[in-house]
């Protein structure tokens, strides 16, 4: 399981990264509280809790409705 990390940007906001690139801005300055959010995060993260998206591709609703369709005409 990757390691989660909490740093500073140079800005003073804190933020938690997930896995290389992949990291969420915990919108606090204060040191005690961001390690309090990251504690957090972390028991969430690793009881599988967290779910994190991953970016693909954008469908148009349109597509999505006729992929779905054609995959249930089998199923009825």
Same mark, same amino acid.
């Given at each position: &399981?990757?390691? &989660?990390?909490?740093?500073?940007?140079?800005? %003073?906001? !804190? /933020?938690?990264? !997930?896995?290389? %690139?992949?990291?969420?801005?915990? #919108?606090?300055?204060?040191?005690?509280? +961001? =390690?309090?959010?990251? =504690? *957090?995060?972390?028991?969430? /993260? @690793? =009881? %599988?809790?967290?779910?994190? $998206? *991953? =970016? %693909?591709? $954008?469908? @148009?609703?349109?597509? !999505?409705? +006729? *992929?779905?369709?054609?995959?249930? #005409?089998? #199923?009825?």
């Amino acid at each position: &399981m990757p390691t &989660m990390r909490l740093w500073q940007r140079k800005n %003073g906001i !804190f /933020y938690v990264t !997930f896995r290389r %690139g992949d990291h969420r801005s915990l #919108k606090t300055s204060d040191k005690e509280q +961001a =390690k309090k959010i990251y =504690k *957090e995060l972390e028991q969430e /993260y @690793l =009881k %599988g809790r967290l779910i994190r $998206l *991953e =970016k %693909g591709e $954008l469908i @148009l609703l349109k597509d !999505f409705i +006729a *992929e779905y369709l054609d995959t249930r #005409k089998t #199923k009825c």
